[in-house]
């Protein structure tokens, strides 16, 4: 299932890679192990982050998608969310819920 990963970076570790260089062999070994669909940077809520698209196929892949953020850079939070495309969003039957759950 492809879902939304959504990563929280505290300050430190993360400032002390980028000053001794180590940040981007530690980000791209995260990312060469957890093989993300797409991946983006920001800032979330006044702090370092990321949204990844990684495909979850069973509960325990979570850690291992997960585990490299804590351990690496102890994010402080590491969040999933299903993602829908258009054609996941048309098989959902909208219209057949809004029927049977009108009131």
């Known amino acids: 299932m492809r879902m939304l990963m959504h990563i929280k970076l505290p300050v430190e570790p993360f400032n002390s890679a980028v000053r001794d260089g180590s940040v981007t062999p530690k980000m791209q070994r995260i990312l060469e192990a957890t093989k993300p669909e797409a991946s983006y940077f920001s800032e979330q809520d006044g702090h ?7 495909n979850v196929n069973e509960p325990a892949d979570v850690p291992r998608l997960a585990e490299p953020w804590f351990l690496t850079f102890n994010a402080e939070k590491v969040e999933f969310r299903v993602a ?11 219209e057949g819920l809004g029927k049977t759950w009108t009131v």
């Open 84 to 94: 829908m495309t258009p054609e996941d969003l048309g098989r959902a039957n909208l």
């Open 48 to 54: 370092r982050g990321g949204i990844l698209v990684v």
